[in-house]
């Protein structure tokens, strides 16, 4: 008998398996999701606000929520671009291979990304307690940012390690400086990774209910300023999931269900514009 393929055909059925569990674990999902909020999926509870009632079953939608979670997960994660682009540059240019410094940080960063989002949450209500403020979007977005930068900063340092070695070296011997050559040769190469990075940080800024619940609050009402509570799609999942009423509930399933299609459509666009700039990545 032989045993080398014996192990090699066990862990493949293995492999098998596991991939046959996620997907079908993800299938299961949103079967799921989609038969139970199907009923109350409606044009205008996507395009009308929560009226008087609405929690006890009445009329009126969850635009408020899916405007707040992407006026909210837009903002987080372009503060957290900004500040999460400029270290990773940092590290992966400006500093060996074999810095310390750049050990500790990614050390740091991993450490951060594997803080429960309540403890987020936590921190942004004790500032705003500090600063007597209220909760409000800017208030949300900063907590959502702090949130999302330890893992958007790791998947596009991940990223920017992976381009090849030899064209920063081309890149200087034709004179360009460092600056040049990580935003004209480095961030071009690694912009698909770079995308996907954004894209999963702010799938998981929208979805995320513990890092909002003290620091954007709830409300009915549109977002319509930064020192204003603002409404998410999982907080408003919550709620409706959390009330006695069956049709309330139906809308919980359908809120989820508008929150998973929000994410997928941005998964596909991202796809998208990545081949548009595959052209660039050295092969």
Known sequence: MNWRKV??????????????IVVGSLAFILVIIFLKGLPALSLNMLIQTPKGGY???????????ILGSLVLGIGATLLALLVSLPIVIYLNIYLPKTSKFAQVVRFFFDVLWGIPSIVYGAFGFTVMVFFGLRAS??????TVALFILPMMSRAMDEVLKMVPFELKEASYALGSTRLET??????????????????VAF???????????????FTDSLPSSLLKPVATLPLAIFFQLATPFP?????????????TVIVLLISVISRIISRKFTKHVVK
């Not at 929690?55 to 929520?65: C, F, S, T, V």
């Not at 071009?188 to 990774?193: H, T």
């Open 7 to 20: 192990e090699e055909n066990i862990f493949r059925g293995l492999m098998l398996l596991s991939t046959v």
């Open 182 to 199: 990580a935003l004209k040769v480095i961030v071009r190469q690694a912009f698909p990774g770079i995308l996907t990075a954004i894209l």
């Open 137 to 142: 979007l800017l208030a949300g977005t900063v």
């Open 203 to 217: 799938g998981r800024g929208i979805s995320d209910a513990a890092s909002v619940l003290f620091t954007a609050s």
């Open 55 to 65: 929690y006890l079953g009445k009329e009126g939608g969850i635009l408020n929520a």
């Open 247 to 259: 049709e309330v509930q139906q809308r919980g399933y359908a809120s989820a269900f508008v929150l």
